[in-house]
C-alpha cells in the first residue's frame, strides 16, 4: 500500500494523531538505570514491538521509533557507536512491522549533547552522525524522520539538511521550549517559537512543532506563536501529561487521559495539525485524544 504524505493529508483538513511517550513506557517494561534503551531494538525487539504496537491499537494514526538516543555520540556512552546503524535499522522495523501499511513511521532523532558552540563537535562531524542514522532508518522502513527535543539551531539544521540530502522521508522538526522568568517561551538556546519556524522552514523542514517540556496549556500559547510566523505549515504538538512532580523521588506526571483530553479542542484552534503525548503520556492517553480528534 502507498502511503500518502503525511504533509498532503494534513492539508487536505485531516487532525492527525501521532503516539505517546517511549521512555515512560520502557521503564515501566524493565529497562534498567544505565541501560541503553536503542539496544533493546537488537536485544528485546518483543518489548519494543509491544510498546509500538499499543500506541497502534490505541488509535495513533503515526509511530514513532526506540531511536531517540541512536545517534553514534550517545551510542559511544554505552560502547555501542559502531552499531548504530544496525540498532537504527532494526528500530525502524519494529515500528514499521506495527504501523502495518496502513500507518506511518515517524522516526525519532534526537539532540547528540554534543554543542558546536563549545567546541565538542564539527559540523561535518554532526552532520556524518546524523547521516549516519537517518540512513539507517530510512532503510528499516521509516516514511519521515522525526528530529524532536532540540534546541540549538546549528545542530537542529544540520540534522534536518542530513535527512533532507540523504532520505526520500518527509522531514518533521519540534523543539522543546520553556517558559521563562519574563513568561516567554525559548528553547534551552534562547530560540523562540516564532524564531524557530524561520529557521526550520530556511533549513527544509516539512512539519514543525513542539514537544515535551510542557503540558498543553503551555503548547497552546507556543502554537499560536508559531502560528504567527506560518499560516501554512503542518505543526506538531507532543505535550508532557503535565508538568511533573517529584513524589517519593519519582516524577510523577498529572494529568489523566482525560485532563489532556479536555484540552484538545483550544489545542487545535490553536492552529496544531498533529497531535500526541511525551513524557508520561500512555496509551490510555492517546485513545482519550483520539475520541475528541475522531
Request: glycine share 10%.
Amino acid at each position: 500500500m502507498n502511503r500518502p504524505q503525511i504533509t498532503e493529508t494534513v492539508k487536505n483538513g485531516k487532525t492527525l494523531l501521532s503516539d505517546g511517550a517511549w521512555g515512560t513506557f520502557l521503564h515501566k517494561s524493565g529497562l534498567q538505570p544505565g541501560e541503553c534503551p536503542e539496544l533493546w531494538n537488537m536485544d528485546k525487539p518483543q518489548a519494543v514491538l509491544d510498546i509500538a504496537q499499543s500506541y497502534i491499537d490505541a488509535g495513533s494514526d503515526m509511530i514513532e521509533t526506540n531511536s531517540f538516543g541512536g545517534s553514534s555520540f550517545k551510542l559511544a556512552h554505552y560502547g555501542l557507536a559502531d552499531k548504530a546503524a544496525e540498532i537504527n535499522e532494526a528500530a525502524a522495523r519494529i515500528s514499521r512491522q506495527a504501523a502495518g501499511d496502513g500507518k506511518w513511521v515517524i522516526a525519532s532523532v534526537g539532540p547528540t549533547d554534543k554543542m558546536i558552540l563549545m567546541g565538542d563537535v564539527t559540523e561535518e562531524e554532526l552532520y556524518n552522525a546524523f547521516k549516519e542514522q537517518v540512513t539507517a532508518l530510512a532503510r528499516g522502513g521509516a516514511d519521515a524522520i522525526c528530529i524532536e527535543t532540540m534546541s540549538a539551531i546549528d545542530e537542529t539544521t544540520l540534522a534536518i539538511r542530513a535527512a533532507r540530502e540523504n532520505t526520500d522521508c518527509e522531514v518533521i522538526c519540534t523543539l522543546t521550549f520553556e517558559k521563562t522568568a519574563k513568561g516567554e517561551y525559548r528553547t534551552m538556546m534562547g530560540v523562540s517559537p516564532e524564531g524557530a519556524v524561520k529557521s526550520l522552514q530556511e533549513a527544509g523542514a516539512n512539519i514543525i512543532g513542539t514537544n515535551c517540556g510542557n503540558g498543553i496549556e503551555g503548547m497552546i500559547q507556543i502554537v499560536k506563536e508559531m502560528r504567527t510566523a506560518t499560516s501554512e505549515m503542518p505543526i506538531m504538538v507532543q505535550a508532557n501529561a503535565g508538568l511533573p512532580k517529584i513524589i517519593e523521588g519519582h516524577n510523577i506526571f498529572p494529568e489523566s487521559p482525560d485532563d489532556m483530553a479536555r484540552q484538545i479542542p483550544a489545542l487545535i484552534q490553536a492552529g496544531a495539525n498533529i497531535i500526541g503525548g511525551c513524557c508520561g503520556t500512555t496509551p490510555d492517553h492517546i485513545r482519550a485524544i483520539k475520541q475528541i480528534i475522531g
